[in-house]
C-alpha cells in the first residue's frame, strides 16, 4: 500500500466497526503518529507498532482489518531509514551468503527452455569471487538486472528457480 494511502486519517478509510473491537481512539493516535514517521517527522518503528496492543471496546474498530493494515503500516515503516539499519532486516554475514550460494542447487529444465547453466554458475562464481573481494563486489541492482541465455538442447537450469533465487540474492546483498 502506498504511503498516500496510508497517510489517509482512519475515519476517511472508514474502517469497519465491529460490536467488540479495537478501542477506535487508541487506533487513530497509532495510526496517527505512523502518518508522521512515514511524513519523514517522528521516531516510530516498526517493532514499536508490533508491540502495541487495543483494548477491546464496544462498537470498536474490526480487529481483523486493523491487523492487516498494521502489517502493510510495518513493510512501509521498514523502508524508511537506510538499508542494514532497517527494523527486522538484519544484516547478512559474507561467509554465510558465500556458503548459501556454493551450495545452491537448482532442478533441471528437463525438456522446457531454461537458462543456460555455464552461465548461472559463471555469474554466482563471479558473486562470490565479489563476496571476497577479489574482484569488484556485485551490486543487488547487477542481480536483478543479469540475463543469462537461455537453452532448450544444452544443459538448463529451471528458470523458475533460478529467478526465486536471485530475488533472495538481490535482498540479502542489500543487507550486507
Not at 90 to 99: A, C, E, Q, T
Not at 123 to 142: E, K, S, W, Y
Amino acid at each position: 500500500m502506498p504511503h498516500e494511502e496510508l497517510l489517509e486519517p482512519a475515519k476517511q478509510r472508514r474502517l469497519p466497526v465491529a460490536l467488540r473491537g479495537y478501542d477506535r481512539g487508541q487506533v487513530d493516535e497509532l495510526l496517527g503518529r505512523i502518518r508522521t514517521r512515514l511524513a519523514g517527522s517522528g521516531t516510530l518503528t516498526a517493532d514499536e507498532v508490533r508491540a502495541t496492543r487495543f483494548d477491546i471496546v464496544l462498537r470498536g474498530y474490526e480487529p481483523r482489518t486493523v491487523d492487516e493494515l498494521l502489517q502493510e503500516c510495518i513493510r512501509e515503516l521498514q523502508t524508511v531509514g537506510p538499508i542494514g539499519r532497517r527494523p527486522g532486516r538484519p544484516r547478512v554475514h559474507p561467509g554465510w551468503l558465500i556458503n548459501w550460494i556454493q551450495n545452491a542447487k537448482f532442478a533441471g529444465a528437463g525438456l522446457r527452455t531454461g537458462y543456460d547453466v555455464r552461465d548461472v554458475d559463471a555469474f554466482l562464481d563471479r558473486v562470490v569471487l565479489g563476496l571476497r573481494g577479489t574482484v569488484p563486489p556485485v551490486t543487488a541492482r547487477d542481480v536483478r538486472e543479469c540475463v543469462f541465455r537461455t537453452t532448450r538442447i544444452g544443459p538448463g537450469y529451471d528458470e523458475r528457480e533460478v529467478d526465486a533465487f536471485l530475488t533472495q540474492l538481490a535482498s540479502a546483498l542489500e543487507r550486507r
